[in-house]
DNA sequence: ATATGTTTTATACGATTGTTTAAAACAAGC
DNA sequence: GCTTGTTTTAAACAATCGTATAAAACATAT
């Protein structure tokens, strides 16, 4: 896992091969059914009908495989999310736009993906969580490469839509949303577990009642700025 | 990594043995630091000033050793919560209780534990992202049986808190307080990011803050049933 | 057909992994 | 002091890891 010094010299595009293009699908697949260090760089280039070594002709090291594959992943559900946003924004230009559109815009494209997505970005919620837990400098950097830009933006509609609110509380609020939305989606791997321990009351393999509760929760969490007991 | 077969027939109570002791101290403290995979059984005796194979001798096979981290993390910590949660409902045995305490009862113990605590606990949000992107059914079996109990228990008081909220939603609403609050308590270990993109406005350095934060947020979710706009 | 540049392959290297074995060190009872 | 049972140790095992090398296969243009 140490990578000496050079590793790569030399990556190609990697994205005009049709190999590339096998090894990468089979990178994110992989690393989102059982983890970055559980899956070998042998695993994906079998997977993919490739040799090990064409992983570093294409990729260089390991870890550009990784950086790469959550790009890939993460990548297409922004663009999906910032479209819903600039639907919302688009839809009023100049006037008020409501919470629960700016909200949705978020929750939807994303609860969607995971649910009924075709492309890469239906393994976000995987790929997401094990970017989360790996903690490490190149990683970081991908991550927040991704994110900066979209969390500002939807902050920003945020606080469009509410005012009266104070930029620090929808900071903190798009961090409880991501966090909840996250930790929901994360429960179909986990076996459904929620709907074990709730004895079925929650459908958590139903993209629409995930959007439903999320969106209530998140909107009403947002929409008074203090809680009056 | 795959056990063979044996591995540890012999495995002794591991607890009232000084390296045993610190052995275990050392895993928890690694894995939190490092993540489960990338901290070796070498790394975790050279920690703890013991042989190799005295984790063997002592917890069997790595696995074992990571189930037992976990529990000794989340246990203790579980503890507190419920102890929390006694106070709440032994104040006012019949009456009615505030939703805002139950919150509390489980946020607050938690996110100073995090921040403050001195114990294994503190490791908690580490340990159990760790936990959640193992998918792993070893990992699965200690997770349930660490959180089961918990969450029916605060469903209940969460319940007796709005008896006009049906089960269902409470359910919902309990998986978005968890993920909410560990999604805010690794912020830290992300070197603070959402300080940075609030551009100062949001201490996420302050245990304070953020269970005053996450409380409103929470609540707020949990008081009205459906959210008219 | 020959030469040139790119892609793919088989093979090997050194390092590290989890785990086992069997001997050494230690403690307790008599 | 010897014996018995427990703990700790050094050493080795087989397996797997990421990566590098250099030759083979392929494509393209002249």
Redesign the interface.
């Known amino acids: 896992m140490k990578p000496l010094i050079a590793a790569s010299e030399r990556t190609r595009e990697a994205a005009d091969s049709r190999t590339a293009a096998r090894i990468l699908d089979s990178a994110f697949e992989l690393f989102a059914a059982?983890?970055f260090?559980?899956v070998s760089v042998r695993d994906i280039a079998e997977h993919a009908g490739a040799n090990p070594a064409a992983i570093s002709y294409y990729f260089g090291a390991k870890e550009q495989l990784i950086q790469q594959a959550i790009r890939s992943v993460i990548a297409p559900l922004n663009a999906l999310r910032l479209a819903a946003l600039g639907d919302v924004l688009a839809r009023n230009p100049e006037g008020p736009i409501?919470i629960?559109d700016v909200v949705r815009a978020m929750i939807e494209p994303t609860v969607r993906a995971c649910f009924t997505g075709t492309g890469p970005e239906r393994y976000y919620a995987?790929i997401w969580?094990?970017s989360?837990?790996?903690?490490q400098p190149y990683i970081?950097e991908v991550?927040?490469e991704q994110t900066?830009e979209l969390?500002?933006r939807f902050v920003a509609a945020m606080s469009k839509a509410l005012p009266d609110r104070n930029?620090?509380?929808l900071?903190?609020?798009y961090?409880?949303?991501?966090?909840?939305?996250?930790?929901?989606l994360?429960?179909p791997?986990?076996?459904h577990?929620?709907r074990r321990?709730?004895g079925g009351?929650?459908d958590t393999s139903n993209p629409d009642e995930v959007i439903s509760?999320?969106v209530?929760?998140?909107?009403?969490?947002?929409?008074?700025a203090?809680?009056v007991?």
């Open positions: 059982r983890g260090d559980a409501a629960d995987r969580m094990l989360l837990s790996l903690r970081d991550m927040n900066d969390l500002q930029l620090a509380g900071y903190w609020e961090d409880f949303m991501i966090g909840a939305m996250l930790h929901i994360l429960d791997s986990r076996n577990r929620l321990v709730s009351l929650c509760e999320l209530n929760f998140v909107v009403r969490g947002m929409l008074l203090r809680h007991p």
